[in-house]
């Protein structure tokens, strides 16, 4: 399976150190879901964290 095939188009969310842009996947494949930029000072592991939130809330959109 090639997550290449699920990418949706990239989001920005806003966060207190500064835009994430969040590659999101399928809303049914959310463990995938990772920053593709984010600010200098924030961390590799924070900024996927919040994609992954991001996708979760995408995913309980009815």
Partial sequence: ???KNY???PV???SPAGP????????KLVVWDRAIDR???MSVAEADS???????KEKNVK
């Avoid at 994430?20 to 809303?27: G, I, M, P, S």
């Avoid at 919040?50 to 979760?56: N, P, S, T, V």
């Fill in 50 to 56: 919040l994609c992954k939130a991001e996708g979760q």
């Fill in 12 to 14: 920005k969310i806003s």
């Fill in 7 to 9: 990418e949706t188009t």
């Fill in 20 to 27: 994430v842009t969040c590659q999101l996947y399928t809303k």
């Fill in 39 to 41: 600010p200098a000072k």
């Fill in 1 to 3: 399976m090639d997550p």
